[in-house]
């Protein structure tokens, strides 16, 4: 049963503290999406990757945040420092290029910083 | 202006009505449409995606797309409780970009 997996589901943390956040794509996708989704903001897209390399990643906030994929099986995205505003429900996505953009989500993850 | 929007809702249909939600995009060079279903406290699962103009059906799910209007609307026939949900609309800019969704609510 192939499927996007996400660590932590929850975490609690307090303002600025470092949080990492993990994402294994599905075998065989060479896309990897990171969204932030919140109530007053909806679904927004972070950065994305494809093969590894870092596409677009501009509606991240530079200054605080980076996403990384070490290898095709880890995504990573870090907050340091974290803000209470920076609590949200973070997705990460996986597709295969040239399938349409197909995207299918992982569990999230709940960020809440204190 | 939103590049893609929805309505927020919530709509309210009755069990076993149609249910149509829509969507307008800003971007006429957009190629193809996403309809995402969310329940609350989930991920969004991908329901059906469409390239063309004119219908698609799967089941009692039915995406329209007209280019020209730029809109692309879901209309899920014989509603049901478990329907009710959160429906994102996305559109393909190279990534995809998303609507802010409508609640849809199926009264038994």
């Known amino acids: 049963d192939a499927r996007v997996t996400q660590t932590p589901r929850d975490k609690v943390t307090e303002m600025g503290q470092e949080v990492t956040m993990r994402c294994q794509p599905i075998l065989g996708h060479n896309t990897v999406f990171w969204y932030r989704q919140t109530m007053m903001q909806g679904l927004e897209l972070l950065a994305y990757f494809r093969n590894r390399a870092p596409l677009d990643d501009s509606g991240m906030p530079k200054d605080r945040f980076s996403a990384e994929m070490p290898d095709a099986t880890l995504a990573t995205l870090k907050i340091q420092p974290s803000e209470p505003r920076d609590s949200a429900v973070y997705f990460c996505a996986s597709g295969l290029a040239g399938h349409g953009n197909e995207q299918f989500f992982g569990p999230g993850t709940r960020l809440t910083v204190l | 202006q939103k590049e893609v929007e929805q309505n927020s809702g919530p709509l309210s249909v009755p069990e076993g009505a149609i249910a149509s939600l829509n969507c307008t995009y800003s971007?006429?060079?957009?190629?193809?449409f996403f309809w995402y279903r969310q329940y609350s406290g989930k991920s969004p699962e991908l329901i059906m995606f469409?390239?063309?103009?004119g219908d698609k059906e799967d089941g009692r799910f039915t995406a329209q797309l007209n280019k020209a209007s730029q809109y692309v609307s879901l209309l899920i026939r014989d509603s049901q409780p478990s329907d009710s949900a959160t429906y994102l609309c996305?559109?393909?800019?190279?990534?995809?970009?998303f609507g802010q969704g409508t609640e849809l609510s199926v009264k038994p």
């Open positions: 996305a559109v393909n800019r190279g990534k995809l970009i």
């Open positions: 469409i390239y063309s103009n």
């Open positions: 971007d006429r060079g957009s190629q193809s």
